[in-house]
Each structure stands twice: as C-alpha cells, then as structure tokens.
C-alpha cells in the first residue's frame, strides 16, 4: 500500500509560479513511477506530468511543456510539481499518483491516488 498526500495548492494571479508537494508513504513507495493529473469542474482527469521511480526520466503534456518541471526526491519519498508561467486554464484540482507504467498519461496505470490539491490561477 501506497499513500499519497498532496500540498501547495492555492489562489495565484496569472504568470505566477507555484509548487505543489506529494509526500508519499508505504514501505515500497519509492519503488513506484509517479505522475500528476489534474481536473477542472465538469472536465475528465487529464495528465500533467510523470516521472520514473529514479527519477532519470519524465514526460510533460503539450499544455504544460516547458512551464511546469516534475521531480522528486528520493530520499524524502517526495513528488514535486513546479509550476511557472501559471494561466487561468491551469485552474484545476490537481492529483499525485503511483504506478509500475513509466511514463504513462492513462489514468488506468496508476494505482494509488492522494485526495488532490487546488489550484486557482485567476486572470
């Protein structure tokens, strides 16, 4: 079992830069590929960004590409989204998740779930 808790979300204005945290727990956490969903009222869950279990390698949806960096930190057994440039249609709640799927933008791969984070980027 994996738990998955995220934080850092808030009201920002447009072009500001937030930092969202998922701090994951369970004996194998570390061994999981992670990845970041969000989802906007009346809007299906869509992919954000993913990483490795090492960390070496990650992958970035076309609307976030270049704006948002996706890490992790191994020893803290922490995901963490740095997210610039931030635009209204950022607005969303936004989800940390594990997986054994590296890299995967389905929703399906992953296994575990934290209860998400807010993110309002007003104009």
């Known amino acids: 079992q994996v738990q998955l808790v995220e934080s850092g979300g808030g009201l920002v204005q447009a072009g500001d830069s937030l930092r969202l945290s998922c701090a994951a727990s369970?004996?194998?956490?570390?061994?999981?590929?992670m990845g970041w969903f969000r989802q906007a009222p009346g809007n299906e869950r869509e992919y954000v960004a993913a990483i490795t279990y090492n960390g070496k390698s990650t992958s970035y949806a076309n609307s976030v590409s270049g704006r948002f960096t996706i890490s992790r930190d191994t020893a803290k057994n922490t995901l963490y989204l740095q997210m610039s440039s931030l635009k209204p249609e950022d607005t969303a709640v936004y989800y940390c998740?594990?997986?054994?799927?590296?890299?995967?933008?389905?929703?399906?791969?992953?296994?575990?779930w934290g209860q998400g984070t807010q993110v309002t980027v007003s104009s």
């Open positions: 369970g004996r194998t956490a570390s061994r999981y590929d």
């Open positions: 998740a594990a997986g054994t799927r590296p890299l995967s933008s389905s929703v399906d791969h992953y296994d575990y």
